[in-house]
């Protein structure tokens, strides 16, 4: 009897469907953003990865004096400019193969492999073109920790290890502003990691085991969510798709900005959107790109995704209209809001601006 009333406790604790996506009353489309966690050097090395070894470096080029010659190289627009077609160049060959899915940095050439720093918006990656053959794997090293160096003294692989220069950082954002700075906690690493770690892909789906365990896939399990699809090939992995009158909503919604990427979609395999929401309507999406859907409750995201800026913009629960029953609004990164109309099957959604529905 005991036991029957501790589950009625857990069931009748938990929001309803029409909690988790209707805004009720005067429930705010989007919570208060908070100031982030300021993580000390202690707090970093306790939670590292623990396929990372990190080598104290008694000769360094420091954040600070490396930070401001980074900054230097692209302080005025012609700068800027020049950077960025000299980029263009000299990464033409990993922008062929990988279609601008990552800033690239420190070309190296090994016989007939070549590899690349890649950075895009969930982290580093090490960029591998073999034989021809593009790979990418995820380092796991999050950027609100380990600050890379713009000068590296020496080769980014070696020895069957990928190795880069760098410092234990952390975050000092002008948070009103949405502007993002960080300082430096301690300089001169050496950060390496056995290649062999950063391949390693236990359950054979594509993803390496690094990139499941920092977004909270089954390394052990190739098709996490068990739709039947491979999480490389399924573009909800997390949660199973399905299709009702507010999934589409939401498809139609999120799908509106990937017109000028459209084309190359189906070979974009490191293009990934992360969000986080409990709706279940929105975890239920299947878009033509990939997403990655997390709870809200930070406590309950994986530590990586936790400590890490992954999410640019998100899309708030729906509200309805109280005269209309096929009417509803929604709101987009707590800035722009729609109207959708639910019309003969089909919704119609429109830009109503930012009206803070």
């Known amino acids: 009897m005991r036991y029957l009333f501790f589950l009625f406790l857990i069931v009748s604790c938990s929001k309803s469907l029409e909690e988790r996506c209707f805004i009720t009353g005067d429930e705010k489309c989007f919570t208060s953003n908070e100031e982030p966690k300021a993580f000390t050097v202690k707090d970093i090395l306790e939670n590292k990865p623990d396929y990372l070894e990190i080598v104290n470096l008694k000769n360094f080029r420091s954040f600070k004096k490396d930070s401001l010659e980074g900054r230097d190289i692209r302080n005025t627009s012609e700068k800027d400019e020049k950077f960025f077609l000299d980029q263009k160049t000299l990464f033409a060959d990993f922008d062929e193969k990988f279609f601008g ?36 794997y995820f380092l796991g090293l999050s950027f609100s920790h380990y600050y890379f160096n713009n000068l590296q003294r020496n080769p980014i692989v070696k020895d069957g290890f990928f190795q880069i220069e760098g410092s234990l950082v952390k975050i000092a954002s002008n948070f009103a502003l949405r502007e993002k700075e960080f300082s430096a906690l301690e300089d001169g690493k050496l950060f390496k990691i056995r290649l062999e770690d950063l391949k390693k892909d236990a359950d054979n789906d ?42 589409s909503l939401y498809e ?7 017109g000028g990427i459209r084309e190359n979609l189906d070979k974009m395999d490191y293009f990934i959107m992360p969000f986080e929401s409990d709706c279940d309507y929105f975890q239920a999406i299947n878009l033509e790109a990939k997403v990655l859907i997390f709870p809200e409750a930070k406590e309950k ?37 729609y109207s959708a109309e639910y019309k003969n099957g089909k919704w119609i959604i429109k830009n109503i601006g930012g009206t803070n529905i």
């Open 301 to 337: 995201q994986p530590y990586y995704v936790r400590v890490t800026d992954v999410f640019n913009g998100g899309y708030s629960k729906i509200k309805k209209d109280s005269k209309n029953p096929n009417m509803f609004y929604i709101n987009e990164s707590g800035m722009m809001d």
């Open 252 to 258: 139609n919604l999120v799908n509106q900005p990937l």
């Open 206 to 247: 594509g993803y390496t085991d690094v990139f499941e365990k920092c977004f909270g896939l089954n390394s052990n399990d190739k098709d996490t969510d068990g739709d039947g699809i491979n999480d490389f090939e399924d573009h909800n992995p997390l949660f199973k798709s399905e299709k009702n009158k507010f999934t």
């Open 101 to 136: 899915q990552f800033h690239y940095s420190f070309k190296q050439i090994e016989g007939n492999v070549k590899y690349a720093l890649g950075k895009n918006g969930l982290g580093y990656w090490l960029l591998e073109i073999k034989n021809d053959k593009p790979s990418a």
